[in-house]
Protein backbone atom coordinates (compact mmCIF):
# COMPACT_ATOMS: atom_id res chain seq x y z
CA UNK A 1 0.00 0.00 0.00
CA UNK A 2 2.14 3.11 -1.16
CA UNK A 3 0.90 6.61 0.36
CA UNK A 4 0.59 8.07 -3.07
CA UNK A 5 -2.24 6.02 -3.95
CA UNK A 6 -6.35 5.78 -4.17
CA UNK A 7 -5.76 2.81 -2.01
CA UNK A 8 -4.29 4.86 0.83
CA UNK A 9 -6.71 7.53 0.53
CA UNK A 10 -9.78 5.31 0.95
CA UNK A 11 -7.83 3.41 4.02
CA UNK A 12 -6.83 6.67 5.30
CA UNK A 13 -10.95 8.03 5.16
CA UNK A 14 -11.91 4.49 6.55
CA UNK A 15 -9.37 4.66 9.80
CA UNK A 16 -10.03 8.28 10.60
CA UNK A 17 -13.49 6.88 10.91
CA UNK A 18 -13.45 4.16 12.68
CA UNK A 19 -11.28 5.64 15.09
CA UNK A 20 -13.28 8.54 15.96
CA UNK A 21 -16.28 6.62 15.94
CA UNK A 22 -15.06 4.39 19.11
CA UNK A 23 -15.40 6.65 22.65
CA UNK A 24 -13.10 4.24 24.55
CA UNK A 25 -9.72 5.11 24.64
CA UNK A 26 -8.81 1.86 24.60
CA UNK A 27 -10.80 0.67 21.73
CA UNK A 28 -9.42 3.26 19.54
CA UNK A 29 -5.79 1.63 20.49
CA UNK A 30 -7.23 -1.52 19.25
CA UNK A 31 -8.33 0.39 16.27
CA UNK A 32 -4.96 1.37 15.76
CA UNK A 33 -2.75 -1.35 16.71
CA UNK A 34 -5.36 -3.78 13.73
CA UNK A 35 -5.16 -1.02 10.99
CA UNK A 36 -1.52 -0.99 11.19
CA UNK A 37 -0.75 -4.63 11.13
CA UNK A 38 -3.19 -4.47 7.82
CA UNK A 39 -1.11 -1.65 6.89
CA UNK A 40 2.04 -3.46 7.09
CA UNK A 41 0.96 -6.79 6.04
CA UNK A 42 -0.03 -5.46 2.60
CA UNK A 43 4.06 -4.89 2.19
CA UNK A 44 5.55 -7.73 4.01
CA UNK A 45 2.95 -10.30 5.57
CA UNK A 46 5.56 -12.53 6.33
CA UNK A 47 6.69 -10.31 8.89
CA UNK A 48 4.34 -9.31 10.87
CA UNK A 49 4.41 -11.76 13.20
CA UNK A 50 8.28 -10.75 13.79
CA UNK A 51 7.40 -7.37 14.33
CA UNK A 52 4.84 -8.02 16.86
CA UNK A 53 7.20 -10.43 18.70
CA UNK A 54 10.61 -7.65 18.69
CA UNK A 55 7.37 -4.85 20.16
CA UNK A 56 6.70 -7.72 23.08
CA UNK A 57 10.25 -8.18 24.04
CA UNK A 58 11.00 -4.79 24.32
CA UNK A 59 7.77 -4.08 26.35
CA UNK A 60 8.69 -6.71 29.03
CA UNK A 61 12.00 -5.60 28.93
CA UNK A 62 11.22 -2.35 29.76
CA UNK A 63 9.04 -3.56 32.40
CA UNK A 64 12.00 -5.52 33.97
CA UNK A 65 14.02 -2.65 33.78
CA UNK A 66 11.65 -0.56 35.37
CA UNK A 67 10.55 -2.88 38.47
CA UNK A 68 13.90 -2.78 39.13
CA UNK A 69 14.42 0.91 39.06
CA UNK A 70 11.99 0.59 42.36
CA UNK A 71 14.51 -0.80 45.00
CA UNK A 72 16.60 1.05 43.44
CA UNK A 73 14.99 4.20 44.73
CA UNK A 74 14.67 2.67 48.05
CA UNK A 75 17.81 1.67 48.58
CA UNK A 76 19.07 5.63 47.44
CA UNK A 77 16.27 6.91 49.66
CA UNK A 78 18.16 4.95 53.15
CA UNK A 79 20.68 5.96 55.27
CA UNK A 80 24.11 6.07 53.56
CA UNK A 81 25.60 4.85 56.29
CA UNK A 82 23.67 1.96 55.62
CA UNK A 83 26.02 -1.24 54.14
CA UNK A 84 22.99 -2.91 52.99
CA UNK A 85 21.57 -0.18 51.38
CA UNK A 86 24.75 0.31 49.24
CA UNK A 87 25.21 -3.39 48.79
CA UNK A 88 21.09 -3.48 47.21
CA UNK A 89 21.63 -0.46 45.07
CA UNK A 90 24.82 -1.96 43.74
CA UNK A 91 23.13 -5.44 42.96
CA UNK A 92 19.65 -3.55 41.25
CA UNK A 93 22.23 -1.17 39.13
CA UNK A 94 23.81 -4.27 38.23
CA UNK A 95 20.14 -6.31 37.24
CA UNK A 96 19.30 -2.85 35.37
CA UNK A 97 22.64 -2.59 33.26
CA UNK A 98 22.54 -6.16 32.66
CA UNK A 99 18.88 -6.19 31.18
CA UNK A 100 19.35 -2.76 29.31
CA UNK A 101 22.13 -4.18 27.17
CA UNK A 102 20.19 -7.48 26.40
CA UNK A 103 17.66 -5.48 25.10
CA UNK A 104 20.43 -3.84 23.18
CA UNK A 105 22.23 -6.43 21.79
CA UNK A 106 18.93 -8.55 20.86
CA UNK A 107 18.15 -5.29 18.89
CA UNK A 108 21.49 -5.01 17.52
CA UNK A 109 21.63 -8.79 16.66
CA UNK A 110 18.41 -8.55 14.62
CA UNK A 111 19.51 -5.61 12.64
CA UNK A 112 22.76 -7.06 11.95
CA UNK A 113 21.09 -10.35 10.74
CA UNK A 114 18.39 -9.11 8.43
CA UNK A 115 20.60 -6.37 6.44
CA UNK A 116 24.39 -7.00 6.94
CA UNK A 117 25.02 -10.24 6.56
CA UNK A 118 25.52 -10.72 2.78
CA UNK A 119 28.20 -7.56 3.45
CA UNK A 120 29.97 -9.08 5.81
CA UNK A 121 30.48 -12.62 4.43
CA UNK A 122 31.69 -10.74 0.62
CA UNK A 123 34.02 -8.38 2.75
CA UNK A 124 35.16 -11.68 4.78
CA UNK A 125 35.37 -13.48 1.17
CA UNK A 126 37.16 -10.79 -0.73
CA UNK A 127 39.89 -10.19 2.04
CA UNK A 128 40.62 -13.51 2.59
CA UNK A 129 39.40 -15.11 -0.50
CA UNK A 130 36.62 -17.77 0.71
CA UNK A 131 34.51 -18.66 -1.71
CA UNK A 132 32.36 -20.23 0.20
CA UNK A 133 32.08 -17.15 2.48
CA UNK A 134 30.09 -15.54 -0.89
CA UNK A 135 28.43 -18.48 -1.55
CA UNK A 136 26.50 -17.91 1.89
CA UNK A 137 26.36 -14.32 1.27
CA UNK A 138 24.61 -14.79 -2.56
CA UNK A 139 22.37 -17.80 -0.93
CA UNK A 140 21.41 -15.07 2.43
CA UNK A 141 21.00 -12.25 -0.59
CA UNK A 142 18.27 -14.38 -2.61
CA UNK A 143 16.08 -15.73 0.22
CA UNK A 144 16.17 -13.35 3.01
CA UNK A 145 14.72 -9.74 2.72
CA UNK A 146 14.93 -7.41 5.66
CA UNK A 147 11.87 -6.24 7.15
CA UNK A 148 10.64 -2.87 5.55
CA UNK A 149 11.70 -0.25 8.34
CA UNK A 150 13.75 -2.58 10.59
CA UNK A 151 16.21 0.23 11.27
CA UNK A 152 13.63 2.78 12.60
CA UNK A 153 12.02 0.35 14.18
CA UNK A 154 15.12 -0.94 16.58
CA UNK A 155 16.35 2.27 17.05
CA UNK A 156 12.95 3.17 18.54
CA UNK A 157 13.06 0.26 20.85
CA UNK A 158 16.79 1.10 21.75
CA UNK A 159 15.35 4.64 22.44
CA UNK A 160 12.92 3.56 24.52
CA UNK A 161 14.65 1.14 26.57
CA UNK A 162 17.41 3.76 27.80
CA UNK A 163 15.21 6.26 28.53
CA UNK A 164 13.22 3.87 30.87
CA UNK A 165 16.84 2.92 32.61
CA UNK A 166 17.60 6.44 32.91
CA UNK A 167 14.13 6.83 35.18
CA UNK A 168 11.46 7.18 32.70
CA UNK A 169 8.29 5.47 33.47
CA UNK A 170 7.92 1.64 31.55
CA UNK A 171 5.06 1.54 29.38
CA UNK A 172 2.16 -0.09 31.36
CA UNK A 173 0.10 -1.55 29.09
CA UNK A 174 1.25 -3.90 25.89
CA UNK A 175 -1.93 -2.31 24.39
CA UNK A 176 -0.52 0.94 24.16
CA UNK A 177 2.80 0.36 24.01
CA UNK A 178 2.55 -2.23 20.88
CA UNK A 179 0.40 0.68 19.58
CA UNK A 180 2.89 3.43 19.54
CA UNK A 181 5.55 0.33 18.04
CA UNK A 182 3.36 -0.16 15.27
CA UNK A 183 1.38 3.12 13.97
CA UNK A 184 1.61 2.82 10.29
CA UNK A 185 2.28 6.21 9.83
CA UNK A 186 6.36 5.78 11.00
CA UNK A 187 6.06 2.29 10.77
CA UNK A 188 8.25 2.24 7.67
CA UNK A 189 10.68 5.38 7.71
CA UNK A 190 9.81 7.72 10.58
CA UNK A 191 10.20 9.88 11.84
CA UNK A 192 11.69 8.03 14.84
CA UNK A 193 9.44 9.08 17.51
CA UNK A 194 9.99 8.42 21.50
CA UNK A 195 7.33 6.83 23.30
CA UNK A 196 6.64 9.13 26.10
CA UNK A 197 6.64 11.71 23.48
CA UNK A 198 3.77 9.41 21.72
CA UNK A 199 2.27 8.25 25.49
CA UNK A 200 1.92 11.97 26.60
CA UNK A 201 0.04 12.52 23.49
CA UNK A 202 -2.65 9.71 24.38
CA UNK A 203 -3.73 11.32 27.79
CA UNK A 204 -4.55 14.54 25.96
CA UNK A 205 -6.39 13.24 22.83
CA UNK A 206 -9.22 14.65 21.17
CA UNK A 207 -10.37 15.11 17.55
CA UNK A 208 -8.74 17.93 15.85
CA UNK A 209 -9.71 20.96 15.57
CA UNK A 210 -11.04 22.10 11.72
CA UNK A 211 -7.30 24.19 11.50
CA UNK A 212 -5.75 20.98 12.70
CA UNK A 213 -7.49 18.81 10.26
CA UNK A 214 -6.93 21.24 7.20
CA UNK A 215 -2.67 21.30 8.39
CA UNK A 216 -2.68 17.59 8.28
CA UNK A 217 -4.24 17.60 4.85
CA UNK A 218 -2.20 20.42 3.71
CA UNK A 219 0.69 18.09 4.75
CA UNK A 220 -0.35 15.12 2.68
CA UNK A 221 -0.82 17.50 -0.02
CA UNK A 222 2.36 18.85 -0.49
CA UNK A 223 3.53 15.83 0.77
CA UNK A 224 2.21 14.42 -2.68
CA UNK A 225 3.89 17.10 -4.31
CA UNK A 226 7.34 16.73 -2.98
CA UNK A 227 7.29 13.17 -3.52
CA UNK A 228 5.45 11.86 -6.64
CA UNK A 229 5.89 15.53 -8.87
CA UNK A 230 9.31 16.27 -8.03
CA UNK A 231 11.16 13.73 -6.35
CA UNK A 232 9.89 10.90 -8.86
CA UNK A 233 10.46 13.59 -11.99
CA UNK A 234 14.12 13.75 -10.55
CA UNK A 235 14.50 10.23 -10.29
CA UNK A 236 14.30 9.78 -13.75
CA UNK A 237 16.82 12.00 -14.62
CA UNK A 238 18.92 10.22 -11.81
CA UNK A 239 18.72 7.11 -12.91
CA UNK A 240 19.21 7.80 -16.37
CA UNK A 241 22.57 9.34 -15.65
CA UNK A 242 23.71 7.23 -12.95
CA UNK A 243 21.94 4.01 -14.29
CA UNK A 244 23.94 0.53 -15.47
CA UNK A 245 25.73 1.34 -19.13
CA UNK A 246 24.98 4.98 -19.18
CA UNK A 247 27.85 6.06 -16.33
CA UNK A 248 30.71 5.50 -17.99
CA UNK A 249 29.32 7.08 -21.28
CA UNK A 250 28.59 10.28 -18.85
CA UNK A 251 30.25 13.67 -18.90
CA UNK A 252 31.52 15.74 -15.98
CA UNK A 253 28.61 18.45 -16.89
CA UNK A 254 26.37 15.51 -16.67
CA UNK A 255 27.86 13.80 -13.55
CA UNK A 256 27.08 17.31 -11.65
CA UNK A 257 23.48 17.30 -12.50
CA UNK A 258 22.68 14.15 -12.07
CA UNK A 259 24.59 14.81 -8.26
CA UNK A 260 22.45 17.99 -8.11
CA UNK A 261 19.26 15.92 -8.80
CA UNK A 262 20.07 12.98 -6.44
CA UNK A 263 20.52 15.34 -3.26
CA UNK A 264 17.12 17.16 -4.70
CA UNK A 265 15.57 14.17 -5.09
CA UNK A 266 16.43 12.49 -1.60
CA UNK A 267 15.18 15.66 0.17
CA UNK A 268 11.94 15.96 -1.62
CA UNK A 269 11.21 11.99 -1.61
CA UNK A 270 12.10 12.00 2.62
CA UNK A 271 10.23 15.00 3.49
CA UNK A 272 7.49 13.91 1.25
CA UNK A 273 7.07 10.41 3.39
CA UNK A 274 7.77 12.67 6.53
CA UNK A 275 4.82 15.15 5.63
CA UNK A 276 2.55 12.88 4.49
CA UNK A 277 3.17 10.82 7.99
CA UNK A 278 2.67 13.65 9.56
CA UNK A 279 -0.90 14.78 8.12
CA UNK A 280 -2.00 11.28 8.55
CA UNK A 281 -1.47 11.30 12.21
CA UNK A 282 -2.12 14.69 13.04
CA UNK A 283 -6.10 13.53 11.81
CA UNK A 284 -5.67 10.76 14.39
CA UNK A 285 -4.72 13.15 16.85
CA UNK A 286 -0.77 12.59 16.87
CA UNK A 287 1.90 14.81 16.88
CA UNK A 288 5.25 13.60 15.14
CA UNK A 289 8.07 15.18 15.17
CA UNK A 290 9.15 16.95 12.17
CA UNK A 291 12.39 15.70 10.64
CA UNK A 292 13.38 18.53 7.80
CA UNK A 293 13.74 21.84 8.18
CA UNK A 294 15.60 23.72 5.32
CA UNK A 295 19.02 21.56 6.05
CA UNK A 296 20.38 22.52 1.99
CA UNK A 297 20.56 26.31 3.45
CA UNK A 298 22.40 25.77 6.62
CA UNK A 299 26.10 27.02 6.93
CA UNK A 300 27.85 24.33 8.81
CA UNK A 301 27.57 20.51 8.71
CA UNK A 302 26.65 20.74 12.06
CA UNK A 303 23.84 22.88 11.22
CA UNK A 304 23.36 21.16 8.36
CA UNK A 305 22.46 17.67 10.94
CA UNK A 306 20.45 19.85 12.96
CA UNK A 307 17.87 20.14 10.07
CA UNK A 308 18.46 17.11 8.42
CA UNK A 309 16.85 13.99 9.63
CA UNK A 310 16.81 15.86 12.44
CA UNK A 311 15.22 12.94 14.92
CA UNK A 312 18.30 10.50 13.72
CA UNK A 313 20.43 13.18 14.70
CA UNK A 314 18.20 13.31 17.83
CA UNK A 315 19.14 9.76 18.59
CA UNK A 316 22.79 10.13 17.99
CA UNK A 317 23.18 12.85 20.20
CA UNK A 318 21.53 11.51 23.20
CA UNK A 319 22.11 7.62 22.85
CA UNK A 320 25.55 7.90 21.14
CA UNK A 321 27.42 10.99 21.45
CA UNK A 322 26.55 12.38 24.73
CA UNK A 323 27.40 8.59 26.55
CA UNK A 324 30.50 8.75 24.46
CA UNK A 325 31.37 11.74 26.68
CA UNK A 326 30.18 14.42 23.92
CA UNK A 327 32.28 17.69 23.85
CA UNK A 328 33.08 16.93 28.15
CA UNK A 329 36.51 15.40 27.98
CA UNK A 330 38.67 17.98 25.62
CA UNK A 331 38.73 18.82 22.01
CA UNK A 332 40.48 15.69 20.76
CA UNK A 333 37.69 13.42 22.23
CA UNK A 334 35.02 15.60 21.23
CA UNK A 335 36.52 14.73 17.25
CA UNK A 336 37.01 11.21 18.00
CA UNK A 337 33.48 10.95 18.84
CA UNK A 338 31.85 13.27 16.22
CA UNK A 339 33.61 10.90 13.86
CA UNK A 340 32.37 7.21 15.49
CA UNK A 341 28.46 8.52 16.04
CA UNK A 342 28.98 9.69 12.05
CA UNK A 343 30.46 5.77 11.38
CA UNK A 344 27.51 4.59 12.89
CA UNK A 345 25.03 6.77 11.23
CA UNK A 346 26.66 5.89 7.93
CA UNK A 347 26.14 1.99 8.52
CA UNK A 348 22.79 2.69 9.83
CA UNK A 349 21.88 3.58 6.16
CA UNK A 350 23.11 0.65 4.06
CA UNK A 351 25.31 -2.56 3.99
CA UNK A 352 28.28 -1.16 1.76
CA UNK A 353 31.17 0.41 2.34
CA UNK A 354 29.55 3.51 0.35
CA UNK A 355 27.37 4.08 3.19
CA UNK A 356 30.70 3.86 5.20
CA UNK A 357 32.50 6.04 3.05
CA UNK A 358 29.47 8.50 3.23
CA UNK A 359 29.98 8.59 6.91
CA UNK A 360 33.42 8.74 7.65
CA UNK A 361 33.47 11.85 5.26
CA UNK A 362 30.50 13.70 7.41
CA UNK A 363 31.99 12.92 10.19
CA UNK A 364 35.59 14.75 9.09
CA UNK A 365 33.41 17.37 7.98
CA UNK A 366 32.18 17.66 11.38
CA UNK A 367 35.38 17.75 12.89
CA UNK A 368 37.00 20.58 10.77
CA UNK A 369 34.20 21.85 11.88
CA UNK A 370 34.57 21.68 15.43
CA UNK A 371 38.56 22.93 15.06
CA UNK A 372 37.64 25.64 13.03
CA UNK A 373 35.12 26.71 15.55
CA UNK A 374 37.81 26.61 17.91
CA UNK A 375 40.16 28.37 16.09
CA UNK A 376 37.81 31.36 15.31
CA UNK A 377 37.05 31.73 18.95
CA UNK A 378 41.05 32.66 19.77
CA UNK A 379 41.14 34.89 16.90
CA UNK A 380 38.61 37.29 16.23
CA UNK A 381 39.71 37.92 12.49
CA UNK A 382 38.42 34.82 11.83
CA UNK A 383 35.37 34.75 14.32
CA UNK A 384 34.18 38.42 12.33
CA UNK A 385 35.05 36.75 8.70
CA UNK A 386 32.52 33.95 9.20
CA UNK A 387 30.11 36.28 10.14
CA UNK A 388 30.57 38.63 7.51
CA UNK A 389 28.49 38.09 4.80
CA UNK A 390 30.95 36.97 2.67
CA UNK A 391 31.97 34.23 5.15
CA UNK A 392 28.18 33.11 5.22
CA UNK A 393 28.25 33.01 1.56
CA UNK A 394 31.40 31.15 1.49
CA UNK A 395 30.51 28.62 4.42
CA UNK A 396 26.97 27.93 2.65
CA UNK A 397 29.03 27.00 -0.32
CA UNK A 398 31.61 25.02 0.82
CA UNK A 399 29.09 23.01 3.36
CA UNK A 400 26.43 22.42 0.31
CA UNK A 401 29.20 21.56 -1.74
CA UNK A 402 30.20 18.42 0.59
CA UNK A 403 26.80 17.55 1.26
CA UNK A 404 26.27 16.95 -2.44
CA UNK A 405 29.19 15.64 -3.18
CA UNK A 406 29.27 12.92 -0.54
CA UNK A 407 25.64 11.67 -1.68
CA UNK A 408 27.38 10.29 -4.57
CA UNK A 409 28.34 7.83 -2.04
CA UNK A 410 24.64 7.10 -1.10
CA UNK A 411 23.23 7.00 -4.53
CA UNK A 412 26.85 4.47 -5.48
CA UNK A 413 27.32 2.53 -2.71
CA UNK A 414 29.52 0.54 -4.85
CA UNK A 415 33.11 1.84 -4.37
CA UNK A 416 34.25 1.13 -8.18
CA UNK A 417 30.91 3.07 -9.33
CA UNK A 418 30.79 5.89 -6.90
CA UNK A 419 34.90 6.34 -6.77
CA UNK A 420 34.82 6.40 -11.24
CA UNK A 421 32.07 9.27 -10.73
CA UNK A 422 34.55 11.05 -8.29
CA UNK A 423 37.24 10.92 -10.67
CA UNK A 424 35.88 12.42 -13.63
CA UNK A 425 34.03 15.29 -12.58
CA UNK A 426 35.89 17.38 -14.22
CA UNK A 427 36.87 17.30 -17.34
CA UNK A 428 35.44 14.47 -18.64
CA UNK A 429 33.65 14.72 -22.00
CA UNK A 430 30.73 12.69 -22.68
CA UNK A 431 30.03 10.05 -25.43
CA UNK A 432 28.99 11.51 -28.71
CA UNK A 433 25.64 9.38 -28.56
CA UNK A 434 24.86 10.36 -25.20
CA UNK A 435 23.48 13.65 -25.12
CA UNK A 436 21.01 12.53 -27.82
CA UNK A 437 19.57 8.95 -25.71
CA UNK A 438 19.73 10.62 -22.39
CA UNK A 439 18.33 14.23 -22.88
CA UNK A 440 16.70 14.13 -26.25
CA UNK A 441 14.80 10.63 -25.77
CA UNK A 442 14.98 9.91 -22.08
CA UNK A 443 14.24 13.22 -20.17
CA UNK A 444 13.24 15.84 -23.50
CA UNK A 445 15.55 18.62 -21.97
CA UNK A 446 18.81 19.72 -23.11
CA UNK A 447 21.20 20.16 -20.59
CA UNK A 448 20.74 24.16 -20.12
CA UNK A 449 17.27 23.41 -20.09
CA UNK A 450 17.84 21.14 -17.03
CA UNK A 451 20.27 23.15 -15.31
CA UNK A 452 17.83 25.72 -15.20
CA UNK A 453 15.16 23.84 -14.07
CA UNK A 454 17.10 22.64 -11.36
CA UNK A 455 17.93 25.82 -10.41
CA UNK A 456 14.68 27.52 -10.09
CA UNK A 457 13.54 24.28 -7.67
CA UNK A 458 16.74 25.54 -5.66
CA UNK A 459 15.21 29.35 -5.82
CA UNK A 460 11.78 27.95 -4.72
CA UNK A 461 12.79 26.17 -1.97
CA UNK A 462 15.05 29.63 -0.97
CA UNK A 463 11.48 31.60 -1.42
CA UNK A 464 9.76 29.74 0.69
CA UNK A 465 12.43 29.10 3.12
CA UNK A 466 12.69 33.31 3.74
CA UNK A 467 8.88 33.68 3.85
CA UNK A 468 8.18 30.52 6.32
CA UNK A 469 11.77 31.12 8.43
CA UNK A 470 12.70 34.70 7.13
CA UNK A 471 9.85 36.35 7.45
CA UNK A 472 7.64 33.82 9.76
CA UNK A 473 5.13 34.24 7.34
CA UNK A 474 2.57 30.85 6.46
CA UNK A 475 -1.00 30.07 4.86
CA UNK A 476 -3.78 30.91 6.38
CA UNK A 477 -6.15 27.58 6.47
CA UNK A 478 -8.24 28.44 4.49
CA UNK A 479 -6.25 29.05 1.67
CA UNK A 480 -4.82 25.85 2.41
CA UNK A 481 -7.77 24.31 1.92
CA UNK A 482 -8.31 25.46 -1.27
CA UNK A 483 -5.00 24.37 -2.39
CA UNK A 484 -5.62 20.89 -1.02
CA UNK A 485 -7.75 19.48 -3.63
CA UNK A 486 -5.48 21.25 -6.64
CA UNK A 487 -2.46 19.71 -5.04
CA UNK A 488 -3.85 16.22 -5.41
CA UNK A 489 -5.49 16.90 -9.09
CA UNK A 490 -1.90 18.21 -9.81
CA UNK A 491 -0.04 15.01 -8.52
CA UNK A 492 -3.48 12.83 -10.60
CA UNK A 493 -2.44 14.50 -13.74
CA UNK A 494 1.26 15.40 -13.75
CA UNK A 495 2.96 12.56 -11.65
CA UNK A 496 5.09 9.85 -13.77
CA UNK A 497 3.23 6.54 -14.39
CA UNK A 498 3.83 3.82 -12.11
CA UNK A 499 4.71 5.37 -8.48
CA UNK A 500 8.22 4.98 -7.44
CA UNK A 501 9.21 3.30 -3.91
CA UNK A 502 10.12 5.37 -1.04
CA UNK A 503 14.18 6.00 -1.37
CA UNK A 504 14.30 5.71 2.65
CA UNK A 505 12.29 2.36 2.52
CA UNK A 506 15.80 1.02 1.74
CA UNK A 507 17.35 1.94 5.07
Not at 187 to 202: C, D, M, N, V
Not at 382 to 396: D, E, N, P, T
Request: charged share 10%.
Amino acid sequence: MNFISLIYGLFLLSVVGMYWSARSPSLRLWILLIVSLVFYASLQIQYVPLLVAIALINFYLGQAIGDNAAPVQQATDRSVSNKNAHLSLAFWNHQRQRLLWLGIILNVVLLLGFKYIPFLLTSIATSLNLPVAQQGADWVSANLIAPLGISFFTFECIAYLVDVYRGAPPAGQMLKFTAYKLFFAKLISGPITRYHHFAAQLKELQFPTLGWVVEGLWLIASGAIKKALLADNLAKVVNLIFGSGNLERAGSADLWLATFAYGLQLYLDFSGYVDIARGTAILLGFNLPENFNFPYFSTSIADFWRRWHMTLGDWLRNYLYFPLGGSRQGLARTCLNLLIIMLIAGIWHGAAWGYVVWGVLHGVALVVHRLTEAVSKKFKLAKYWWSSLIGVVVAWLLTQSMVFTSWIFFRLPDLKQSGWVIQHLWNQRSDIQFAQKIYGEGIGLERPQLALLLALLMVSMGVVYTLQRGLKLQLNWHLKLLLVPLCLYMVWLLAPQGALPYIYFDF
